[in-house]
């Protein structure tokens, strides 16, 4: 017998730092709130790297690159975290509501 699981209001965010979740998702909070918090994350990264690839740098070192990159990657990880709770929440909406 399969049973389903409630779904939970609370969803964690990706994360490789830690083994257990830190931050989380409100799957409750209004889609309005969901579309900024993502909105925001992502209009910053793409000005972080717009910034990054306007710029030159040619003594930089290894670690610079890493930094840049990961800082890159947290954000739009952060932001499909989020879209992944706002499509969810889409897909779960009866079509005749």
């Known amino acids: 017998m399969t049973m389903n699981s409630p779904p939970?209001?609370?969803i964690p965010m990706s994360q490789f730092a830690?083994?257990?979740?830190?931050?989380?998702?409100?799957s409750d909070a209004p889609l309005?709130?969901?579309?900024?918090?993502l909105s925001e994350r992502l209009n910053a990264v793409l000005k972080y790297l717009n910034?990054?690839?306007?710029?030159?740098?040619p003594d930089y070192a290894d670690n610079d690159i890493n930094t840049v990159t990961n800082i890159a990657r947290?954000?739009?990880?952060?932001?499909?975290?989020?879209?992944?709770?706002?499509?969810?929440?889409?897909?779960?909406?009866p079509a005749n509501s």
């Open 74 to 93: 947290i954000m739009v990880q952060d932001v499909a975290d989020v879209f992944g709770v706002i499509e969810q929440r889409g897909f779960d909406k």
């Open 18 to 26: 830690t083994d257990h979740p830190v931050l989380l998702i409100d």
């Open 51 to 57: 910034l990054m690839a306007c710029t030159s740098l």
């Open 8 to 10: 939970r209001r609370f």
């Open 32 to 37: 309005r709130e969901l579309h900024n918090c």
